[in-house]
């Protein structure tokens, strides 16, 4: 019997407006509000697919941290955990010091994916 999980629970802290521009862009793109895993996979897969993502990756970071007020928690399939992993890695040889790699990157994905719309 195979007990591998095939997705994981990620939660991430957002600024109150960008949760509001996030959900009115899944609306709007068809993806209604039980979508936000598939656009958030798709936004994150196209953000790490750019050779210099990394240099985008401090506007994930600089964002007023007591402005994180808003919880989210979404699915992400293992290939897209994997590029994450991968992201973070790059991100750390880059910039040791670094904290909340991660989430800065989901953010900067999201401030990415919402500049193209």
Do not use: C, H
């Amino acid at each position: 019997m195979n007990t591998e999980r095939k997705t994981k629970k990620i939660t991430v802290r957002f600024p109150k407006r960008m949760k509001s521009e996030m959900q009115l862009t899944l609306v709007k793109g068809g993806y209604g509000l039980n979508g936000k895993s598939r656009w958030l996979k798709e936004s994150i897969s196209t953000f790490l697919k750019l050779k210099d993502f990394i240099d985008y990756v401090d506007q994930g970071i600089n964002i007023n941290q007591a402005e994180l007020s808003e919880v989210e928690a979404f699915y992400l399939d293992i290939e897209t955990i994997q590029m994450l992993k991968d992201a973070y890695l790059q991100v750390r040889v880059n910039n040791p010091l670094f904290e909340g790699i991660q989430s800065a990157l989901i953010r900067t994905a999201v401030v990415y994916q919402l500049m193209l719309k």
